[in-house]
């Protein structure tokens, strides 16, 4: 897929899967006295995941960690596809579940990850992947599509908006 042009490779997109650490939230941590360990989340992305929903997109979080405050800001945000705790060794076999349970084409997925742990997902065959400016190198090297935005402070949003461009969706709710 390497090569392809884009544009033509963003046509086909009906479904984005998202990591949450590195990708949705800059990778910071902080970790309280209660055992909270809360993140940062750009609105700019909650915006354009929004915009994807409300055009009928669908939205999956695929992520390894399984904090309740991240899973309040996924359901404020509307997305209900959410897979969270997955042992970060164990994302592909859920990729791969979610693909088929949802009778998805690999072609019309979007995966993006930024680590370790998502690199498994990437580079399966026929996976369509993207990931933040700042991913580890063996995952910048496996992705599709490198967004020039790092990871929490609008790669999600920059990927949405790319897909939608392409196919010519992008501001199509404006009057």
Same mark, same amino acid.
């Given at each position: 897929m ?13 479904? +984005?899967?998202f ?5 949705m /939230? ?9 055992? #909270?360990?809360? !993140?940062? +989340? *750009?609105? !700019?992305?909650?915006?354009?995941? *929004?915009?994807a ?12 960690? *399984?904090?309740v ?8 945000? $509307?997305? /209900?596809e959410? +897979? ?11 990729? #791969? ?15 993006? $990850? ?20 700042d ?8 992705a ?12 999600v949003?920059?990927?949405? #908006? ?9 501001l199509?709710?404006?009057?």
């Open positions: 390497k090569g392809k042009d884009l544009s033509e490779v963003f046509r086909k997109i009906t479904t +984005f899967v990591d949450v650490d590195g990708v /939230t800059d990778c910071s941590v902080l970790a309280l006295e209660s055992g #909270e360990q809360p !993140r940062s +989340f *750009n609105v !700019r992305d909650g915006y354009g995941i *929004n915009r929903l409300k055009l009928g997109y669908r939205v999956a979080i695929l992520s390894a960690q *399984n904090q405050g991240v899973r309040k800001r996924l359901e404020y945000l $509307g997305i /209900t959410v +897979f969270m705790g997955a042992s970060p060794d164990g994302k592909a076999p859920i990729y #791969e579940k979610y693909l088929s349970d949802n009778k998805l084409d690999r072609e019309e997925v979007i995966f993006m $990850g930024d680590d370790i742990p998502d690199y498994e997902v990437m580079i399966r065959d026929g996976v369509v992947s993207a990931c933040p400016a991913s580890v190198p063996e995952v910048l090297s496996a599709n599509y490198v967004s020039p935005v790092k990871g929490g402070e609008g790669a949003r920059d990927l949405i #908006e790319q897909v939608l461009k392409a196919q010519g969706k992008w199509s709710w404006i009057k």
